[in-house]
């Protein structure tokens, strides 16, 4: 399997890089510092994941790299949609990890591309906190969504960072 990893900021692209170059994988895993809506790669792919800049209308930063990463005006989620649209091979899979109260809304723009939710998974902090991420996936063919409900306990010590499932 080879990886394609686009990533727009430059400082990041370079960390990906050098994070790349000391992996085990180097060999199948390619960054490319540029634009997604710009990138083009010649080919489309089996699987595309996404992680796009979360916030539209929160309270921006003075920051605009911190912008162009955290909020939609660098990559809107409608123009995320064209970029899937035009890259994932039929029979290919989108997966993309949203805030919680944006999920129904991407749901519904998906499906205007041909885009069919076939597994959400609604992740909360813990049983006793409410969602606030959504993991989507999505396929050309219409299935029946499966939804799961889970909950990650994140624990940080000195030296480890560890997620269980609840």
Same mark, same amino acid.
């Given at each position: 399997?080879?990886?394609?990893?686009?990533?727009?900021?430059?400082?990041?692209?370079?960390?990906?890089?050098?994070?790349?170059?000391?992996?085990?994988?180097?060999?199948?895993?390619?960054?490319?510092?540029?634009?997604?809506?710009?990138?083009?790669?010649?080919?489309?792919?089996?699987?595309?994941?996404?992680?796009?800049?979360?916030?539209?209308?929160?309270? +921006?930063?003075?920051?605009?790299?911190?912008?162009?990463?955290?909020?939609?005006?660098?990559?809107?989620?409608?123009?995320?949609?064209?970029?899937?649209?035009?890259?994932?091979?039929?029979?290919?899979?989108?997966?993309?990890?949203?805030?919680?109260?944006?999920?129904?809304?991407?749901?519904?723009?998906? +499906?205007?591309?041909?885009?069919?939710?076939?597994?959400?998974?609604?992740?909360?902090?813990?049983?006793?906190?409410?969602?606030?991420?959504?993991?989507?996936?999505?396929?050309?063919?219409?299935?029946?969504?499966?939804?799961?409900?889970?909950?990650?306990?994140?624990?940080?010590?000195?030296?480890?960072?560890?997620?269980?499932?609840?």
């Amino acid at each position: 399997m080879i990886i394609d990893a686009v990533e727009m900021d430059a400082s990041a692209a370079e960390q990906a890089k050098e994070n790349v170059a000391a992996s085990p994988w180097a060999n199948r895993i390619h960054v490319f510092h540029e634009d997604i809506v710009n990138f083009n790669a010649g080919k489309q792919y089996d699987g595309i994941i996404s992680n796009p800049p979360f916030f539209e209308d929160d309270l +921006l930063s003075p920051d605009k790299a911190k912008n162009n990463a955290k909020h939609h005006s660098s990559l809107s989620l409608m123009r995320l949609l064209q970029v899937v649209e035009k890259q994932l091979a039929t029979g290919g899979y989108f997966a993309v990890l949203l805030p919680f109260h944006r999920v129904d809304y991407f749901i519904d723009e998906a +499906l205007r591309f041909g885009l069919h939710l076939y597994r959400q998974v609604s992740v909360k902090q813990t049983p006793r906190h409410s969602f606030f991420r959504g993991i989507l996936f999505f396929g050309h063919d219409k299935m029946v969504p499966q939804k799961m409900k889970s909950s990650l306990k994140i624990k940080r010590t000195n030296t480890t960072l560890s997620l269980q499932h609840c």
